[in-house]
């Protein structure tokens, strides 16, 4: 464990953490409900959300507290982050986001960076969308965007797409190739404004299936010059800025996230077994039905035990953690997948229509399957390190 997190355990308090879990539970299953109903009628994220997760700390709950935040040990965030995905999926995503982008930036972030982007992003008055996917490139470090340097000025050329918030963010924290380089650090970070650049198209593709509500972006760039002192970090650090600084913990995060949305699933599907009647009988009470919960019972369970043990080796700094982290994501969205499906099928044809809750969960469920890098990547990291001996047992 680093210094750092050793002091933010030794000073935790249990007592005030309960009570934010405690005042999370509460705003979930009143305001959050609301909130959930209103997107879902509207397909619009209300501009009054945001204020309030703001103004309520939901936005600065990980963050360290000498840059504003609350400075919740990792581990103990993703519990809050359990809750927080019980709720529509565009609330989750504005907790998840913003509780995360800070930890790409404040290692190769500048004092100014720091003062201008990264502490207003953790306040929540300033939003920063990640920018790193490609519609032609896999994995990140095939990245077609390139990024030329001329004097104190960049060029950027390239598209990226399905940027969450990337319509309406203050900055695009943004990756791309050195351009004529092909080595494995050939890459750069930006904290971009997103401010009318000459040569940036902005393109709004937020008609999604489920997730309804959160902006999306196409985002092309055209010799769009960016300013030198732009640059987050040096030369060479835009994949460590992109897939360790954000990505390993993200995914931790979403697989969290998993949990969270498959839990209300599961809570949805008891609740509809108890009232629910056929031929004079409770759906609980048939085996079917129960053998059903009961399966999305261990299946929840499971999954919630490796996320929090990759969110402790996350933590810890330790050697597995990044297999981990890929590891608890692949089992995690596979997970949700079942147990949704099952809870649907608990509600039979009425789950399929829109004025049941589970009919939403079952869509925004299927985002998770790609967010943060498609279950077939992940099977590929944690693949390789099986076969190179990497983990053990």
Known sequence: MTTTAAATAADFDEADFQAIKADITAWVEGPGEAYADEIEATGQVPDRLL???RDRGYLSLAAPVELGGRGIPFSRYLELMEIVSRSHASIRMLVHVINGTWRAMVPFATPEQLEEVVKPSIAGTKLVAFTLTEATAGTGQDLRTTA???GDTWYLNGEKHLITFGVKCDYWLIAARIEGSTAPDGFVAFLMPNTGLPGAEVIDDSDTMGVRGTDHAILRFTETPVPASALLG???DGLKVALGGFLLPSRVSVAMSAVGLAERAQQLAVEYANRRETFGKRLSSR???QFYLAENYADIAAARALVIE?????EEDRADA???SSASKMVAVDMLARVTDKAL???GGQGYWKRNKIERVYRDARAQRFEEGTNEIQ????GRAVVSGAVSY
């Open 287 to 289: 085996q079917a039905i």
């Open 51 to 53: 204020p309030e997760l």
């Open 234 to 236: 040096e030369e060479g």
């Open 148 to 150: 030329r340097l001329e």
């Open 310 to 314: 990759a969110a402790k080796a996350y």
């Open 379 to 382: 099977k590929l990291v944690v």
């Open 322 to 324: 990044g297999v981990l």
């Open 345 to 347: 099928q608990v509600h």
